[in-house]
């Protein structure tokens, strides 16, 4: 038997937040559109968000 691993807002934050900013940069760099690195400023808002939270859940300061 395989153990259920839960997912927590947390990592969706995180994984959301990279996968749009690792998609973004690139795109702005090589469309030259302004509005894609803006995406990608906020990918990493809530990357950081996923990742305060994900701090504060166990107990470590962010």
């Given at each position: 038997?395989?153990?259920?691993?839960?997912?927590?807002?947390?990592?969706?934050?995180?994984?959301?937040?990279?996968?749009?900013?690792?998609?973004?940069?690139?795109?702005?760099?090589?469309?030259?559109?302004?509005?894609?690195?803006?995406?990608?400023?906020?990918?990493?808002?809530?990357?950081h968000?996923?990742?305060?939270?994900?701090?504060?859940?166990?107990?470590?300061?962010?």
């Amino acid at each position: 038997m395989s153990a259920k691993s839960r997912r927590s807002l947390d990592q969706y934050l995180i994984w959301v937040g990279s996968l749009v900013a690792l998609v973004g940069v690139p795109g702005a760099v090589a469309l030259h559109e302004a509005w894609l690195l803006a995406a990608a400023g906020i990918g990493w808002c809530v990357q950081h968000l996923g990742w305060a939270r994900h701090n504060r859940r166990i107990g470590g300061a962010s």
